[in-house]
């Protein structure tokens, strides 16, 4: 039960492969697609949601590492806009 008001927060942990059964529950599901957000750190899976749920936000998740040598931080800002 999502609480009126309230979103849920659909996190893809796999590749985009899912994307179709995720479709088939939410539609069983009978949600609106203001009720949903869908985020993951598979850039395949992003696209894919994206395409399948176009007027669902789809948010590409991201993490950064300091390389301990040499300070710089990956993947650079330019590399994921």
Known sequence: AIPRGKRLVI??????EI???LARVIAKSK???EDLVIISFKYDSVVAA???FPKVPVYYLSSF???KDTGAWTPTFDELI
């Open 11 to 16: 996190e893809i942990k796999s590749h985009a």
């Open 19 to 21: 994307v179709p059964e």
């Open 31 to 33: 949600r609106k697609p």
């Open 50 to 52: 994206k395409k399948q």
């Open 65 to 67: 590492k300091q390389d």
